[in-house]
């Protein structure tokens, strides 16, 4: 999770304190619209080229993350 807290930034004063990569105004949410288009990482990288191919993997991971939660049913 070490790695991630370096990829991924959150500043409340930046785009909205939404999560960012590495503290630049690339928020993950973009990133992952890209892909989701259907763009492949080299794509995007060309699109966004300050972007590492580590930066696109901490974003899937980051989203993972945040989607896996445990869900009580009563």
């Known amino acids: 999770m070490a ?7 959150v500043n ?3 785009c909205g304190g939404r999560p960012c990569i ?6 993950v ?3 992952l619209d890209l892909l989701a ?11 966004l080229p300050d972007l590492e191919a580590e930066d696109i993997s901490a974003c899937l991971r980051f989203a ?7 869900i009580l049913a009563a």
Do not use: F
Not at 37 to 47: C, D, R, W, Y
């Open 37 to 47: 288009a259907g763009l492949t990482q080299q794509q995007v990288i060309k699109e």
């Open 29 to 31: 949410i973009d990133v």
């Open 64 to 70: 993972s993350s945040r989607l896996d939660h445990p």
């Open 12 to 14: 409340p004063a930046q």
């Open 3 to 9: 790695e991630l807290a370096e990829r991924i930034t």
């Open 22 to 27: 590495r503290g630049m105004r690339i928020r």
